[in-house]
């Protein structure tokens, strides 16, 4: 039987309201925001608690229909698209956005897997705690997908990646069953860790419904400067002499482009470049403490000066308010986005190791312009975590389509020079559709094989987002 004749047995469980059929309620499901993935699916359904995402997997189970858990669609590379054979039914999280609980003194906080991460962490703030995963799409990416793809962001080298922040889960299986892990523990030593199985398992194991979160003491001086740099070799100075200086205090430490900087001002409303003449890279540091005695501007300012002193920095601007801080930070964050309106644009994601990027970036811009002449290299991302957002534009004038026809291309040149590095073809986006026919280049068969064993066991019958990862 086709998935479409199976809505009436869907509506049964969620109402025949939360059971999407329409192509205009559809669409917004069905394509992610770059364009690069247009699905099709006969339906999306959108349950509104663990048990209707528990008898809906159970009735998917029993009848054979393939599901693709979304959450906020942001992800980069096609997890949460179905495939545009019609095949896969979208099983939204979005309703689910409850926060079930907060324990300020015990420093956590329990919620929905369908809360806008935006709001949780608008809601630790409010109990005067810091939630410090920190993304571009923090305003429509919701923390279920966050989990599931192990999402990185700006506070990976104080705060770790998402992993790093979850004590507990909720996960409907692919048969229905519930596993409740929702603990807030910080020890527990009781056999496997199952919750990571379901970190960056991008919804092929289990569909997260709720997770238990670490919270942290909010910043009570929080400090952010811009400086001018010649090269990344100088960035990796300066990253070295801030981590050397400021240890944990040092919270953020981001290495921009002129080319993304120019990107920005022109397309931006309201950015300005920080500092008064162009320079051809920049570093964008934060320093923050939880304590309001402590020197966080003068530690700062001293970093910068030593920094000067040995010619690393060319210039420099230290935010005067907290507004500015957050110009400083909407210029980092709404890097890729400026991208879309420059064109075509092929990206990567990728990870080398920390003292190596200035060495990567030298010979990687190189090559992809030998291999399109004209094209607009725009790398940018996490110095500090070793995490690079290894994007090109196209050529000025170039046709769109002409240009991302060689995606494939470009994108074996630069991971096979990512590779040689030691480094990551995935950092932080996952691994989705986009990558999947690459896993067998970069892990070993008895990875690949450990991993096909677990998605047999949990998924026997291959139900769950059957067209990622595996």
């Not at 970036?361 to 790398?379: M, Q």
Request: contains cysteine.
């Amino acid at each position: 039987m086709e998935p479409s004749h199976h809505a009436a047995g869907f509506a049964a469980i969620i109402g025949e309201a939360h059971v999407l059929t329409s192509p205009e309620d559809k669409a917004p499901y069905l394509r992610e925001w770059r364009d690069k993935y247009q699905g099709r699916s006969s339906m999306v359904l959108r349950p509104g608690s663990t048990a209707q995402v528990s008898a809906l997997m159970r009735y998917a189970y029993n009848h054979g229909l393939r599901i693709v858990p979304q959450g906020g669609n942001t992800g980069l590379v096609g997890a949460q698209i179905p495939l545009e054979t019609g095949e896969e039914i979208v099983l939204s999280l979005s309703r689910m956005n409850s926060v079930r609980a907060i324990d300020p003194d015990g420093f956590t906080i329990t919620v929905d897997s369908g809360v806008v991460l935006e709001t949780l962490q608008q809601e630790a703030e409010k109990a005067d705690r810091l939630f410090p995963l920190a993304l571009g799409s923090q305003g429509s990416c919701q923390i279920g997908g966050n989990i599931s793809t192990n999402a990185g962001g700006t506070a990976v080298l104080a705060y770790g990646n998402t992993r790093d922040l979850v004590l507990g889960l909720e996960v409907v299986l692919p048969n229905g069953d519930v596993w409740d892990g929702l603990k807030t523990l910080r020890k527990d030593n009781t056999g496997y860790d199952l919750k990571q199985l379901f970190i960056g398992g991008e919804g092929t194991l289990g569909i997260i419904t709720a997770a238990a979160l670490k919270l942290f003491p909010r910043p009570k001086k929080l400090e952010a400067a811009f400086a001018g740099l010649q090269d990344p070799h100088a960035a990796l100075k300066l990253f070295s002499m801030a981590k050397a200086q400021a240890g944990p205090v040092l919270t953020g430490f981001e290495l921009m482009p002129r080319i993304g900087m120019e990107f920005c001002v022109a397309h931006l409303d309201g950015a300005r470049d920080p500092l008064q003449t162009p320079h051809q890279w920049y570093a964008l540091l934060e320093l923050s403490s939880g304590s309001e005695a402590f020197p966080v501007h003068d530690l700062l300012e001293a970093v910068l000066s030593e920094a000067f002193d040995a010619g690393i920095v060319e210039d420099a601007a230290i935010a005067q308010s907290m507004n500015q801080v957050s110009d400083f930070w909407r210029i980092r964050h709404g890097m890729s986005e400026v991208q879309k309106k420059e064109g075509g644009s092929i990206k990567h994601d990728v990870s080398v190791p920390v003292g190596r990027i200035p060495e990567f970036l030298d010979r990687t811009i190189a090559a992809v312009r030998e291999f399109v002449p004209g094209c607009r290299p725009v790398p940018f991302g996490h110095l500090g975590d070793g995490n690079i957002h290894f994007n090109i534009s196209q050529p000025i004038g170039a046709d769109r389509d002409s240009y991302l026809a060689k995606w494939d291309e470009m994108s074996a040149l630069v991971h096979g020079i990512v590779l040689e590095f030691g480094g990551s073809i995935s950092a932080e986006h996952g691994i989705g559709r986009m990558k999947r026919d690459l896993l067998a280049e970069v892990k070993s068969p008895v990875e690949l094989d450990m991993m096909r064993k677990i998605k047999a066991a949990l998924d026997p019958k291959g139900i769950l987002n059957p067209g990622s990862m595996l």
